[in-house]
């Protein structure tokens, strides 16, 4: 069956330092992969999503970036944090054959101080 | 894009149905999903529909599409404490980024 692990659950960062979130997808190939970003008490907006090794779209211009080092990895880096940047990042996949739904890690709570 | 909305809040009493109501603009939807996320979690797959379906029951849940309308609903029969979360609601086709979602509904049941 597939799994998809995403770390850490939590993180507390100062401004200006760097990020590295990670995410992985166990037991399918060739996954659709994706990152979004929910502020407190609001809804989710897709910040990026990849349907192969390399191939990265962005939805919104900001200060984060995604990177798809291999097949069933997802990283999602800054290379300094804003207080903006705080919020619950969560990871998803989906089958690129069908795309029936996605489904989404546990979360990733950051917190930018 | 699609547009997905729903009310933001809804609160019920324990026993009680609750209904999430949900509506999207592009007409050719193909898939329509319900998702629940409890606090500090991820988004959990609880049902979903084919736009050729009209409504769909599992256990407590029913799902209803009025395709003509645009309009999706989640009813929660016999509403429990533990159904207190955000729901959300999606639709879209297939392929890659290709599913909207709503902004979610806090609903809470009260005791």
């Known amino acids: 069956s597939q799994t998809i692990h995403q770390w850490p659950a939590t993180l507390v960062q100062p401004v200006g330092s760097p990020l590295s979130l990670e995410c992985t997808v166990e037991?399918?190939?060739?996954?659709?992969l994706y990152w979004y970003r929910q502020a407190a008490g609001r809804g989710l907006q897709l910040l990026f999503y990849s349907v192969g090794i390399g191939q990265i779209s962005s939805e919104v211009p900001q200060n984060l970036s995604a990177s798809r080092p291999q097949d069933r990895q997802f990283i999602l880096s800054s290379k300094k944090l804003l207080l903006s940047d705080s919020g619950f990042y969560l990871c998803?996949?989906?089958?690129?054959?069908?795309?029936?739904?996605?489904?989404f890690g546990s979360g990733t709570r950051l917190t930018v101080v | 894009g699609e547009d997905v909305e729903q009310s933001l809040f809804l609160s019920v009493r324990e026993g009680d149905s609750s209904v999430i109501n949900c509506t999207y603009t592009?007409?050719?939807?193909?898939?329509l999903y319900w998702y629940k996320q409890e606090p500090g979690a991820g988004l959990q797959l609880l049902t979903y529909i084919f736009s050729n379906m009209d409504m769909k029951q599992d256990q407590r849940l029913t799902v209803l599409l009025n395709k003509k309308d645009k309009h999706l609903s989640l009813r929660i029969a016999d509403t429990q404490t533990g159904d207190s979360a955000i729901y959300f609601c999606a639709a879209g086709g297939r392929g890659a980024n290709n599913l909207f979602f709503g902004t979610g509904t806090r609903l809470t049941v009260i005791p």
């Open positions: 037991g399918t190939s060739n996954p659709n």
């Open positions: 592009d007409s050719s939807s193909t898939y």
């Open positions: 998803a996949w989906s089958d690129h054959r069908d795309n029936y739904g996605y489904t």
